[in-house]
């Protein structure tokens, strides 16, 4: 008999409900306790991530799909962040050398010098 449809058990939804809700605590007490700096981004992002992560696989069922449908769904926006990365090193790398050969002052707006 062949099988129609694939049910999954309603506790895995609720757990991860729970587990979401209990993320988003934690991302609210990094302001509460108030963290700064490299801290305070490094756990808005670790636990952004991680929701995302959790919607993603349990909620948009990719934990259930074939690894093919996986790749195709995950690794354009990876790929993006990637070439993201590079652009933004790269600008870094062209901005500091502008002002290492031209000089910072003329990376100065003229309204600057009243």
Known sequence: MAQEGQQHPLNVYFWIWGLLFVLSGFSYMVDY????GMTRWGLILLFMFLKAGFIVAIFMHMKWE???LK???????????VFIALMSIEGDYTYLTRIEFFGESTFVPEAVHH
Do not use: K
Request: net charge positive; aromatic share 12%.
């Open 33 to 36: 306790l108030n963290f700064q």
């Open 71 to 81: 790749f195709a769904i995950l690794l354009p926006p990876i790929a993006i962040v």
């Open 66 to 68: 074939r690894l093919a």
